[in-house]
């Protein structure tokens, strides 16, 4: 019988086999992760292993996502780069601090609802060019010390290693599951290669993990405008990567545990982490989707399961740096192969013949943007924006106008679809000022005023009916229409015809 216990959240039980088990999972898979984005970023592996160990602990506990996990990443490395390059490590502990603080605001400031803004073409883009890096950066492991592809039996045994263990990760589910398949499979691959004393890559060919207590340490800079002016731009973009990335992961663990997470609690804590990260020598992170979908697909649904993470890759640091840097790359490398796997979105490719193909443009857009560039804020950004000019453009094309002239030989002009910066030239498109009789209705009530553009353009056809003497109604305009209208007296001059406010006929029927 499972035993249950509630931790840090009263709402989330707690299953200790699963979290236990999946913890150190994540844990051994962080290992070469963390090394490897360090090393992209021309620090110590130590510094990357202490942003895991950081990150992880205090999302894990006061995140607002939980069993998602936070450590070292190549999104922040690779912006990271060019600072240690022109100033080195001291300036990156500054700037993951001052990215922490900018999150920390941007939590507080209930920031995180601007996640909603993303369309689900770009999440599926975003996805899917995630699971291609995941899957390129494996391919350095076929590699030799020169870049050289590997062949003969050093390629034959990796490859061996390499899909046993992927089998095992794909066929063990389907026997038990009381043990995490991919913990298995790590377990197995290291059994084999040190019973048989077969020559493959190991943790340890990377880089030596040993080390301690991660230092507190204050960033050894100036404390000026200047230092200022050097950190900030860098600590914009990793504050701006770090929450992309850390929201849209929290979307993706949100849909397969089919729960639902805290975006603005995720801000602060990933804020709280940076900010920790700085202050203990590590190089600042964000959420991984790879090791959180290890983590939820081992079962792992609470809190508990990233902090055994965090805390057991303390403890391979401190005191079992020795045993982890035996672990052969080869089963890292399946996982993580199998993870990228699991991650593409497949259901996508079934959207090319059904879905708009300005969304099917979107997504590949993204896709490509994300696996080529490496660069998810990018890619994020640029199918937003493609996405928005999309839905306006399609929206300019929808305003249309119904016209009538009743038995009083008053026009009406019944104005349906917004009306914004892009559908005012087909506004105006829609009037006949020289012909209309002297009198003409304007009806607003399946249309609204959206913009300054609307207003002016109000403005210019009233305009060019009161030169020719002619009277303009505007009919059933919102509420929220007509304060806008009154809003923008103090800029546009709105002109005015009967109403004393608005100086155009607002009528109420």
């Not at 030169?467 to 505007?474: I, N």
Request: some cysteine.
């Amino acid at each position: 019988m499972k035993r249950y216990l509630n931790l840090f959240d009263l709402s989330q039980k707690v299953n200790y086999k699963n979290e236990l088990l999946s913890g150190l999972t994540v844990a051994l898979a962080l290992v070469p992760e963390a090394v490897a984005f360090a090393m992209i970023a021309g620090l110590s592996p130590l510094t990357g292993l202490y942003a895991a160990f950081v990150m992880g602990l205090v999302t894990s506990v006061f995140g607002g996502r939980p069993g998602m996990i936070s450590g070292a990443t190549g999104a922040v490395a690779v912006v990271l780069v060019t600072l240690v390059q022109s100033h080195g490590v001291e300036y990156v502990f500054a700037t993951v601090i001052l990215a922490g603080l900018l999150q920390l605001s941007a939590g507080f400031l209930r920031l995180g609802k601007l996640i909603r803004l993303v369309p689900h073409p770009v999440i599926f883009g975003f996805v899917n060019g995630l699971a291609i890096i995941i899957f390129m950066s494996q391919l350095d492991q076929f590699k030799d010390a020169s870049g050289q592809w590997l062949t003969g039996t050093a390629l034959y045994s990796l490859l061996g290693l390499v899909f046993l263990t992927m089998l095992i990760i794909y066929g063990m589910p389907k026997l038990t599951k009381v043990i995490p398949a991919s913990l298995t499979a790590i377990l197995v691959v290291f059994a084999l290669v040190v019973g048989f004393e077969i020559d493959t890559k190991t943790v340890g060919d990377m880089a030596s993990i040993e080390g301690s207590f991660p230092p507190f340490h204050l960033p050894a800079i100036p404390f000026n405008l200047e230092s200022l002016q050097v950190i900030f731009p860098y600590a914009a973009i990793v504050a701006g990567v770090g929450l992309i990335e850390s929201l849209l992961t929290m979307n993706i663990v949100d849909e397969i545990t089919e729960s639902r997470g805290r975006g603005n609690k995720e801000a602060v804590a990933q804020g709280a982490a940076n900010i920790l990260s700085g202050l203990f020598s590590g190089m600042g992170g964000c959420a991984m989707i790879g090791q959180s979908l290890i983590n939820v697909s081992n079962g792992a649904r609470a809190r508990l399961s990233g902090i055994v993470a965090s805390v057991m890759l303390l403890i391979f640091v401190m005191f079992g740096s020795s045993l982890i840097e035996k672990v052969p790359m080869a089963a890292l490398t399946g996982l993580m192969i199998m993870v990228a796997i699991g991650t593409f979105e497949w259901a996508s490719l079934r959207t090319f013949r059904r879905m708009p193909k300005s969304d099917i443009f979107v997504m590949l857009t993204v896709t490509l943007v994300t696996a080529v560039l490496h660069n998810l804020a990018l890619a994020v950004l640029v199918g937003v924006i493609i996405a928005a000019l999309v839905f306006a453009w399609d929206n300019a094309k929808r305003i249309r106008a119904r016209k009538r002239i009743d038995a009083d030989g008053i026009k009406h002009y019944e104005i349906y679809g917004p009306l914004f910066f892009g559908s005012v030239t087909a506004f105006n498109e829609k009037f006949d000022v020289l012909n209309d009789p002297d009198e003409v209705i304007i009806d607003f009530e399946e249309s609204r005023v959206v913009d300054m553009s609307a207003i002016e353009a109000l403005n210019k056809i009233t305009e060019r009916y009161l030169k020719l003497g002619k009277k303009v109604h505007l009919k059933h305009l919102s509420p929220d229409c007509r304060q806008l209208l009154k809003n923008a007296e103090a800029i546009i001059d709105v002109n005015v015809l009967e109403d004393p406010t608005y100086k155009v006929v607002v009528d109420k029927v």
